[in-house]
Every structure is written in structure tokens, then in C-alpha cells.
């Protein structure tokens, strides 16, 4: 159980590192009033995701340790779904309804296709 929990902490700090290295890229020193770069981590998340579990679900789930550090910690620390929440809300607040429906449709559609997308690749090789 200790063993674990270790892998899935360091995978969550991992995907932690690289969420804000996204932000970081994507915003470098400007202000922008639509979060991008958390549709853009939320996006790469969902397609990594599916790439894993794919991969998982073709080879039989027989590397648990390898799910737990990946899917899990880093897939689950990269991916930002409080933060998008928290982006959505921010919209809604400032009055900008299109740009918070857009926002909230697109992350939730495009990350189900993508974790899908990743899942159909990894079945086809």
C-alpha cells in the first residue's frame, strides 16, 4: 500500500510540474481573459489518459504500477478539472455567458473524445 501511494505522489507532482509549465508556456508574461492553457492541459491530460488506458486495458492490466504512477499520478495531477471549475465560475461571474458556455462545452466534449480517441489508437496498433 505504502509502495503505492509513493508512485501515485510522485506522478501527481510530476503532472503537477508539467500543468504549470503549460501555463507557463502558453501565457509567458501576458494577461489573457480565456484560460487556455487549462483547456489546453485538460485537452493533453484526456488524450494521454485514453493513450494509457488503452494500452492497460489491450495488455491486460498487468502493469498495475506503471497505471498507478501514470494514469493516476500523473494524468491526475496535469489535469486540472478544480482549476477549470473555478475558470468556468470566473466567467460566468463576469458576464461573459458565450465565452463560459463555450469554455465548459468544449473542455468537457473535446477531453471525452480525446481520452476516447486515445483508447481507439492504442486498440488499433
Do not use: H
Given at each position: 500500500?505504502?509502495?503505492?501511494?509513493?508512485?501515485?505522489?510522485?506522478?501527481?507532482?510530476?503532472?503537477?510540474?508539467?500543468?504549470?509549465?503549460?501555463?507557463?508556456?502558453?501565457?509567458?508574461?501576458?494577461?489573457?481573459?480565456?484560460?487556455?492553457?487549462?483547456?489546453?492541459?485538460?485537452?493533453?491530460?484526456?488524450?494521454?489518459?485514453?493513450?494509457?488506458?488503452?494500452?492497460?486495458?489491450?495488455?491486460?492490466?498487468?502493469?498495475?504500477?506503471?497505471?498507478?504512477?501514470?494514469?493516476?499520478?500523473?494524468?491526475?495531477?496535469?489535469?486540472?478539472?478544480?482549476?477549470?471549475?473555478?475558470?468556468?465560475?470566473?466567467?460566468?461571474?463576469?458576464g461573459n455567458l458565450l465565452?463560459?458556455?463555450?469554455?465548459?462545452?468544449?473542455?468537457?466534449?473535446?477531453?471525452?473524445?480525446?481520452?476516447?480517441?486515445?483508447?481507439?489508437?492504442?486498440?488499433?496498433?
Open positions: 500500500m505504502i509502495k503505492n501511494i509513493i508512485l501515485v505522489g510522485l506522478g501527481g507532482a510530476l503532472g503537477s510540474v508539467v500543468r504549470y509549465l503549460i501555463s507557463v508556456l502558453v501565457y509567458s508574461g501576458k494577461t489573457q481573459s480565456f484560460p487556455w492553457s487549462t483547456l489546453l492541459t485538460n485537452f493533453m491530460g484526456c488524450l494521454l489518459l485514453g493513450l494509457l488506458l488503452g494500452y492497460f486495458q489491450k495488455n491486460d492490466n498487468q502493469y498495475q504500477e506503471l497505471k498507478l504512477l501514470l494514469a493516476i499520478g500523473v494524468c491526475g495531477g496535469m489535469t486540472t478539472f478544480s482549476t477549470f471549475s473555478a475558470e468556468t465560475l470566473n466567467l460566468m461571474q463576469s465565452a463560459t458556455a463555450l469554455y465548459a462545452i468544449s473542455s468537457f466534449v473535446g477531453g471525452v473524445l480525446l481520452l476516447y480517441l486515445g483508447v481507439v489508437l492504442i486498440r488499433l496498433c
